[in-house]
């Protein structure tokens, strides 16, 4: 089982400023079987990147994904009051399918 | 517009089983996709539980796998799951999920939970 840890816990930053949250996964896998989420309060989680770097159709362009091997990054480039939410990664390149904990994006 | 609704009763007793549907909008349950079901605790993260492909083949979570089991209706646009010996740690929102993995797409769209709390 592909174990994801994700960093930081949570993050506090101001609207327009740049987010950048770290995945990282426990042995090397295929980049293109990794995802991001957004989740806001109360809502399920919304498909944001695939493929570590491909935005999903209606993700803005501030969101960008990157990396590959066990080190994947989001990077908000700069945070909208909606953007204010709990972030998850995900590997879905073979059962079981894993998440990471999720980091918080918080107005600071 | 693709929709998903999950169905099923909020309360289960302690040991009872769980028995939730999704029905599927704006989609077909073709061989494009897996159909998914995806828990989360309040206030925590979220967690895998299995698959089900138009088939009927299944891919579940090992740490669920002796209590789950999973079916599909194509015709009736609805795909199902049962969760066996539920115990106050199987509280949980409950989301079904369109699961695009074949197309290296990850899980593009989601029902809006469904709260199912165990206690007597």
């Known amino acids: 089982e592909i174990v994801l840890t994700q960093s930081p816990g949570t993050l506090s930053l101001s609207p327009g400023e740049r987010a950048t949250l770290s995945c990282r996964a426990s042995q090397t896998v295929s980049s293109s079987y990794l995802a991001w989420y957004q989740q806001r309060p109360g809502r399920a989680p919304r498909l944001l990147i695939y493929g570590a770097s491909s935005r999903a159709t209606g993700t803005p362009n501030r969101f960008s994904g990157s990396g590959s091997g066990t080190d994947f990054t989001l990077t908000i480039s700069r945070l909208e009051p909606e953007d204010f939410a709990v972030y998850y990664c995900q590997y879905y390149g073979g059962s079981p399918y894993t998440f990471g904990q999720g980091t918080k994006v918080e107005i600071k | 517009q693709v929709q998903l609704q999950e169905s099923g009763p909020g309360l289960v007793e302690p040991s009872g089983t769980l028995s939730l549907t999704c029905t599927v909008s704006g989609a077909s349950i073709s061989p494009s996709h897996w159909w998914s079901w995806v828990r989360q605790p309040p206030g925590k993260g979220l967690e895998w539980i299995g698959e089900?492909?138009?088939?009927?083949?299944?891919n579940y979570n090992p740490s669920l796998k002796s209590r789950v089991s999973m079916s599909v209706d194509k015709s009736a646009k609805q795909f199902s799951l049962r969760l066996s010996s539920m115990t106050a740690a199987d509280t949980a929102i409950y989301y079904c999920v369109r699961d695009k993995r074949i197309a290296e797409i990850g899980f593009d769209y989601w029902g809006q939970g469904v709260l199912v709390t165990v206690s007597a």
């Open positions: 089900i492909f138009h088939s009927g083949s299944t």
